[in-house]
T-cell receptor, first 110, second 116 residues
Framework: RKEVEQDPGPFNVPEGATVAFNCTYS??????FFWYRQDCRKEPKLLMS???SGNEDGRFTAQLNRASQYISLLIRDSKLSDSATYLC???????????FGQGTILTVHP | GAVVSQHPSRVICKSGTSVKIECRSL??????MFWYRQFPKQSLMLMAT?????????EQGVEKDKFLINHASLTLSTLTVTSAHPEDSSFYIC????????????FGPGTRLTVT
């Protein structure tokens, strides 16, 4: 079983739609959680950290459920520029080692 | 956010040659940097943790004699792919934390290596 699992998609949604991505992680010792976005042939860029209390940044809302070992990302009012691969990332120990999910591909169309 | 650079951005080399990739933290000091590899349509896989002034820590399955890592200063880590083969063709990305306690990592723009 992969340490971090995501639905690879692709998700094809129209502009303005709301879309949700899910992620599960297998190691209960995981401490930090993130969503990164990666554009084609580019490096990953941090989208947001994920906290147990849930957090929001504009159109993006992230949730963490430690009991279920589940992380989610909700994007509201999708824009064309949101088209990218969204990576669920987990830091198992406080040593900085990140484990990446395989990514979920999102395409927002006009 | 913090800025990390990589050089070169793209390199093509012949099988059997060695290639050096540089990773620099431009506006902060990084005692620890990380090297990842990403094959097409796959996610990033951590190769090794580069520690300033000490030996790198390699992940299971990564050959330390093939992927030489040197972290000689607080702003520079290098990855040398020795005796490169076509199967080493990949996207190599480095990252750094702004401090030992920092949770977030900042990634360099990546180096696309093609071995012919």
């Amino acid at each position: 079983r992969k340490e971090v699992e995501q639905d690879p998609g692709p998700f094809n949604v129209p502009e303005g739609a709301t879309v949700a991505f899910n992620c599960t992680y297998s190691n209960s010792a995981s401490q930090s959680f993130f969503w990164y976005r990666q554009d084609c042939r580019k490096e990953p860029k941090l989208l947001m950290s994920v906290y147990s209390s849930g957090n929001e940044d504009g159109r993006f809302t992230a949730q963490l459920n430690r009991a279920s070992q589940y992380i989610s990302l909700l994007i509201r009012d999708s824009k064309l520029s949101d088209s990218a691969t969204y990576l669920c990332v987990v830091n198992r120990l406080n040593y900085g080692k990140l484990t990446f999910g395989q990514g979920t591909i999102l395409t927002v169309h006009p | 956010g913090a800025v990390v650079s990589q050089h070169p951005s793209r390199v093509i080399c012949k099988s059997g040659t060695s290639v050096k990739i540089e990773c620099r933290s431009l506006d902060f000091q990084a005692t620890t940097m990380f090297w990842y590899r990403q094959f097409p349509k796959q996610s990033l896989m951590l190769m090794a943790t580069s520690n300033e002034g000490s030996k790198a820590t390699y992940e299971q399955g990564v050959e330390k004699d093939k992927f030489l890592i040197n972290h000689a200063s607080l702003t520079l880590s290098t990855l040398t792919v020795t005796s490169a083969h076509p199967e080493d063709s990949s996207f190599y990305i480095c990252s750094a934390r702004t401090g030992e306690g920092a949770k977030e990592q900042y990634f360099g723009p990546g180096t696309r290596l093609t071995v012919t």
